[in-house]
């Protein structure tokens, strides 16, 4: 009886150390991830405030053009935020992350604002590279950590945060006119400090935390889900009534204050889920009280046949840990096995990185790296995220060369903005979906992704009429699904001891891609066909004078070429498709609901020990 009533007097605290429990639980730690990840795409604002960098340090656009080169590289060159990570807590890198973003778009601000005398543009290309880098160390540090966190759901995990960092821009875009107005300098500021200052306050919120299974699990992340569409619903509408009206500074404020609202909404949720979570462990501990009073009653020898199923389990456990232990210690003063264990030496790692384990488990860098899946799987990315991130690159060139007016080719930015999110979110929770109900290979979800994003660069290149549009939406759909499909299927295939390095080295695909065919495919025959038209003027380029090209002809050749080679990585990633159907044909998460199981396991002993 006393056990019993110890249970009811700590169930009885509980309302009082609620905000204790939702504070240090998983489902917080996914919150604070969303907001941390929802301030973490300042990148994708370089637009808006581009142009003030321009003006005010007088570059021509061949400069600017560099740094947003170096912007993608600092942005996707992750490796090193891998590696920390590998060795040290998610706080770590957080930290890291947060004094990167602030020192890199703080002297960015300075320069712009001219309170400090104009940098060397080597400079610049430095600043803007580690203000960026700092979007891999958020993503490392936050994102990775959940996946760990809950790698059943690992699908519907990397979809929903991968598309808050898709939100990211249009989010603070609502706050930064709230605060500053139509003043695009001070965006920079902005971006500096608040990624920094949410980091810093959930510092220790994003950590591991031991896996306990949950059997709703999929269905909270769905609510949260339901959520996010939303808050992107109303970004949505938000951006299309500001393209047309002029907003006054309330208006602003107001609408940043629901923006706000509806980003700290999941916050009830983790509550509820916390609350729910409680009543099944308080009607649990009240089951094994009883049993315990039934059980604590007889003090005669007939005690062990009557013990409860969780002790009977932990005797026979320990007695099998013993015998084992017992025969270890035989084996281990045997004369032969000690000779035998002297003769095996530490395996180095260069050794084994061409003797890899079967998919699912475990592998080392090196084994992933070297690995045929992954050269396949790096390949078809390249391709494909290189092609859809040219067309997004290059939407305003594309948009003002075919003729379209400049509130179009906002409004092409915005619909790219918001499809991004959605083809993160939807890659994310349907591919996981049909691959728990039907085995569904998610590689294979790859290859259509490739394929479908094919018909937006054809509507570009042969400039069908209003087909801008329809690209746009095409396009940024297709570029956002990639991601959520790279790193899940990274996961899925190498494992997630090493995934923080992992992940970061797939991100690497992006520039290559970018580079290859924005920069030396679209931008090479851009500035020829617009070298053409000037000759054909009877004009010659002055230095630094930009060059224009107008017409279907400026893109046509190019986007001919990025939907070729797209094809080809589609081709290439039905290869990684036959080469992992058994392994999809598998029960791929078998292991970590074994693991969860010996997790409650271990938790139900501890518990019924201390009673």
């Excluded at 660069?457 to 209003?466: D, K, R, S």
């Amino acid at each position: 009886m006393v056990s019993a009533k110890a249970g009811d007097a700590g169930l009885a605290n509980m309302p009082m150390n609620l905000p204790i429990r939702v504070l240090m639980s998983r489902w917080f730690m996914v919150f604070a991830t969303m907001l941390i990840l929802s301030a973490a795409g300042a990148t994708y604002m370089f637009g808006l405030y581009s142009g003030d960098i321009k003006t005010s340090l007088g570059y021509d656009q061949t400069t600017l053009n560099l740094l947003s080169f170096f912007k993608d590289l600092g942005s996707n060159v992750g490796i090193l935020s891998g590696l920390i990570n590998e060795i040290s807590p998610p706080w770590v890198v957080l930290s890291i992350g947060s004094v990167l973003n602030f020192f890199g778009y703080f002297m960015i601000w300075m320069a712009v604002t001219k309170k400090v005398s104009t940098p060397k543009v080597w400079l610049m290309c430095l600043y803007i590279c580690i203000g960026a880098n700092s979007q891999s160390f958020a993503n490392t540090g936050a994102l990775v950590t959940c996946v760990k966190n809950f790698p059943e759901s690992r699908g519907a995990v990397l979809g929903l945060l991968k598309g808050f960092v898709g939100l990211s821009g249009a989010i603070l875009t609502q706050i930064y006119h709230a605060i500053y107005g139509n003043d695009s300098k001070s965006l920079i500021l902005l971006i500096g400090w608040l990624p920094a200052v949410i980091s810093f306050v959930f510092l220790r919120t994003v950590r591991i935390i031991q896996v306990v299974r949950i059997a709703h699990e999929l269905k909270v992340f769905y609510k949260f889900l339901y959520m996010s569409l939303g808050l992107a619903g109303y970004l949505m509408v938000m951006i299309i009534l500001q393209k047309k009206f002029d907003f006054t500074r309330v208006e602003y404020v107001l609408s940043a204050a629901l923006v706000l609202v509806l980003l700290s909404l999941p916050l009830g949720l983790v509550i509820k889920e916390e609350i729910d979570s409680w009543k099944v462990k308080k009607h649990a501990l009240d089951s094994i009280s009883e049993v315990k009073v039934v059980t604590e009653k007889p003090k005669t020898s007939t005690e062990a046949p009557q013990l409860p199923p969780s002790s009977s389990t932990a005797t026979s456990t320990a007695t099998f840990e013993k015998s084992k232990s017992d025969q270890n210690n035989q084996l281990s003063q045997s004369p032969a096995v000690t000779t035998d264990d002297s003769k095996d030496p530490e395996v180095s790692c260069w050794k084994t990185t061409f003797r890899p384990p079967d998919r699912g488990e475990d592998f080392t860098i090196l084994q992933a790296l070297f690995s045929l899946d992954m050269l396949i799987l790096f390949f078809a990315t390249i391709c494909g995220v290189g092609g859809t991130l040219t067309a997004i690159d290059n939407l305003g060139q594309i948009g003002t060369s075919l003729g379209y007016p400049k509130k179009s080719i906002s409004t092409f930015v915005s619909l790219v903005s918001i499809w991004n999110y959605l083809g993160r979110v939807v890659s994310g929770f349907l591919s996981e979906h049909i691959l728990q109900k039907y085995k569904f290979p998610r590689p294979l979800a790859l290859t259509i992704t490739l394929i479908v994003s094919c018909i937006g660069h054809l509507l570009i290149a042969f400039n069908v009429p209003g087909g801008l549009y329809v690209a746009s939406i095409i396009i940024g759909f297709c570029f956002g699904a990639q991601w959520p499909l790279l790193f899940a299927i990274i996961s899925e295939l190498f494992g997630l001891k090493y995934y923080s390095t992992l992940y970061n080295f797939g991100a690497v695909a992006s520039p290559i891609g970018s580079y290859l065919l924005n920069v030396r495919v679209a931008g090479h025959l851009y500035d020829k066909e617009a070298e053409k038209q000037l000759k054909a003027l009877g004009r010659r380029r002055m230095k630094g004078e930009d060059l224009n090209c107008d017409g279907v002809v400026c893109f046509r050749l190019a986007f001919i070429i990025i939907t070729l080679a797209t094809i080809f990585g589609a081709l290439v990633s039905i290869i990684l498709v036959i080469r992992t159907r058994k392994f999809y044909k598998s029960d791929i998460y078998k292991k970590f609901r074994e693991q969860a199981k010996a997790a409650e396991m271990e938790m139900a002993l501890a518990q019924n020990g201390t009673k």
